[in-house]
């Protein structure tokens, strides 16, 4: 069986043209100088047909750039690329849609570049209308449509037309949430059929649900090619380290401020580092685990409540917490203190965790105060990480933001 998708030592790069604005404000003749920049560098991989794969990387990883030489909308400057079968692309919000047309007529000219005849939209006209539900709207020009409406009259085209490889990019983070059930639902439908689908996405917990297969992307090159659960645990994992460095690179422990309360004139700067005992930082959760934080103290005496938390890394959900407003408040004074802290024993999954301490005023506020984070991986025999362990986590977590 011949792959859906062969990608062979792929690259490509862009060039933009440079003028020198001292130039321009000097009026002399610039001379342009052209910067070049590697987008996909020698990427090989195949996607057999009815796979399901997702694209994960960070902005700018080159995702966009993959997915449209994947669809011929840009060539690789070197490698080959084979395409198996009729494409469905869903790149970019509208993209195909000629905004004067209706809505109608862009159903029928999608289907010709589609490669069907007229008669066969037409069978599978009022079906589009439906999935796209856009009223009398469908018989108006696009150029009048919200981004909404583009996104259903798309998806609802490339659906109904039954492509052998669906690709679409970011196009499901789009619209209301009942719009996006009937989106998975009928992602699924194709793949029953056979249907190849290679998807964009950032929310992980969609992903997890419509692909069994996921290939990361970063600064152009392939650097996991897994299952879907494997990548994204994978990936997660590196955000939060990667958002953690961020925030120190950006000045260090920055101070948690709460606009809301009204901070006293002795409160200064307070500082916390959090270390495990040992140089390892992995933990058996089936035995207890002892951190420290070092609190570094500037004001003459400081009364606060101390907070520890032990947070997934990627999801930021809470495991456990103490009770920091039943325990007495602490007194500290000026200099550094060491705390210690035990977490028991406990049945998590395997996973990153972090765990977090803060010092909050004696009324249990977040003021001028300063909080620190260990980063620790955790391991637990007794526990595997599955698809649906890790797919539990994430539609939690996103009922808990909406």
Known sequence: MNPAIALTNVSKSFSGERVSLFSLLMRRSAVPRRATKSVIDDVSFTIMPGERVALMGQNGAGKSTLLKIISRILQPDHGHVAV???????????????????????????????????????????????????????????????????????????????PDILIADEGLSVGDMAF??????????????????????????????????????DNGN?????????????????????????????????????????????????????????????????????????????????????????????????????????????????GQHLLQFTFPAMQIRPSLYRFVVHLLDESGQYRLVRDGTLFIQVVNPNLRITQESFLVNAQIQSEMCS
């Open 84 to 162: 198996h079968g009729r494409v469905a692309s869903l790149l970019e919000l509208g993209i195909g849609f000629h905004p004067e047309l209706t809505g109608a007529e862009n159903v029928y000219f999608y289907g010709a570049v589609m490669g069907m005849r007229r008669h066969e939209v037409s069978q599978i006209f009022d079906e589009i209308c439906a999935f796209a539900d856009i009223g009398d709207f469908i018989n108006q020009p696009v150029k009048v449509y919200s981004s909404g409406m583009y996104q259903r009259l798309a998806f609802a085209s490339a659906f109904a037309t039954r």
């Open 180 to 217: 996006q059930q009937k989106c998975f639902d009928r992602i699924e439908s194709l793949t029953d059929h056979g249907t190849t689908i290679l998807v964009v996405a950032h929310s992980i917990s969609s992903l997890l649900r419509i692909t069994d297969r996921a290939l990361w992307l």
């Open 222 to 334: 392939i650097r996991m090619d897994d299952s879907v659960h494997v990548v994204a645990e994978a990936y997660s994992q590196y955000m939060a380290r990667a958002s953690e460095q961020q925030r120190l690179d950006g000045g260090g422990n920055q101070p948690i401020s709460n606009q809301y309360v009204r901070s006293t004139a002795t409160m200064r700067v307070i500082r916390t580092a959090v270390r495990a005992p040992s140089t390892s930082d992995t933990w058996d959760c089936r035995q207890p685990l002892q951190v420290e934080a070092v609190v570094e103290i500037d004001d003459p005496v400081f009364v606060a409540r101390v907070n520890v938390r032990l947070v997934t890394a990627a999801e930021n959900m809470f495991v456990v917490e103490n009770d920091y407003m039943s325990d007495p408040p602490m007194t500290f004074t000026t």
